[in-house]
């Protein structure tokens, strides 16, 4: 007998004893009775049978809640990483490092007899003539002449004063040859740093604010005195340091004046402030480390691909950027 569930009955089957062969050899079949089988038994006519049930277990719910955590730390993971990527600092320029040459000299196969390509509007007139008066002047004169024609010049102004001269004699002008100057310098042709480079620090800064400007690029001031010394002034933002030097021989730095704008009065309420004297009249420097001046030279060149001997110009413009500062540049002109 074999056990089943308990809505079925179990059912048994007597087997047949054996029949006896008769004369043929073939025996008798047995039957089987209903006697000898028990039916399924079914439920009553007019009753249904018990519907499943059907709950959550423990199971259920712990298996429900870990796929939910995974599910909201993965979606903090997702978010965490939106925000770094939103607010991530910009990546620091690659400065490529330049070697410093001259840019002035010429070429080994140039002529000699080449002349500069002017190119003037004016028809070419053999006869032209400048008049020029030579005078003696004081050191201290050509200084206070320079300070004053700075402080008057504008941008516009200083690209007429590069590219022309005034004269009071006839108006002529000539084509040149637009060749190749005989030469075998050291430098490959072109302006020179100091005389290609304008630098822009912001009019609506605060002192403040030009100070950290100053401390940032490692810019040092110079103040020429009347006995020919300079005081170097440095570290504006917090406790300025000052030295002093008899005079500017074994200066190897970049080092730029100004041409045009407000800035200067700023400079002099620092040198003010660090106890140095300044006035209009003094010559304030300003020295550029070696750094930020392959900085400048990086960035020059990235803003155009032109090689330095071909730029006339380049300005620049000091930008906040981050916690920091960068040089942008702003415009360049060309030789050719």
């Known amino acids: 007998m074999t056990d089943v569930s308990p809505s079925l009955l179990a059912a048994h089957v007597t087997p ?66 939106a925000i770094w990527y939103v607010r991530r600092p910009p990546p620091q320029s690659e400065l490529v490092p330049l070697e410093m040459l001259q840019v002035s000299g010429g070429f080994e196969d140039g002529n000699p007899d080449d002349t500069w390509d002017l190119q003037s509007p004016d028809p070419e007139d053999p006869n032209a003539t400048v008049e020029e008066e030579a005078e003696e002047v004081s050191v201290e004169e050509v200084l206070e002449n320079v300070v004053d024609l700075s402080d008057q010049a504008t941008e516009q102004l200083e690209q007429v004063v590069a590219n022309s001269a005034a004269n009071s004699g006839k108006v002529g002008s000539a084509t040149g040859t637009g060749g190749r100057p005989l030469g075998n310098g050291p430098g490959a042709g072109g302006v020179s740093r100091e005389q290609r480079w304008f ?36 570290n504006f933002s917090s406790s300025p340091k000052k030295r002093t030097a008899d005079s500017g021989k074994g200066e190897n730095r970049l080092y730029m004046t100004w041409q045009s704008g407000e800035r200067r009065a700023s400079d002099e309420a620092l ?63 060309y030789l050719r």
């Open 16 to 81: 047949p004893s054996p029949a006896p062969l008769n004369a043929s050899g073939i025996g008798n079949l047995a039957v089987i009775t209903p006697t000898h089988m028990t039916a399924i038994q079914e439920p009553p006519p007019g009753q249904l049978p018990p519907p499943p049930v059907m709950k959550v277990t423990s199971y259920d719910r712990v298996s429900s809640f870990m796929m939910a955590l995974v599910a909201a730390l993965v979606i903090s993971v997702l978010i965490v990483i």
């Open 199 to 234: 630098i822009r620090f912001g009019q609506d800064a605060s002192l403040d604010e030009y100070a950290r400007q100053l401390d940032f690029f490692g810019i040092e001031l110079g103040v020429l005195q009347p006995e020919g010394q300079i005081i170097y002034v440095s």
């Open 271 to 333: 040198l003010k402030k660090a106890g140095v004297p300044a006035t209009r009249q003094s010559i304030i420097f300003h020295f550029y480390p070696l750094k930020t001046e392959q900085q400048l030279a990086s960035i020059e060149y990235n803003y155009r691909k032109r090689p330095a001997a071909e730029i006339r110009r380049t300005y620049f413009m000091a930008k906040k950027q981050g916690s920091g500062y960068i040089f942008d540049v702003t415009r360049q002109t």
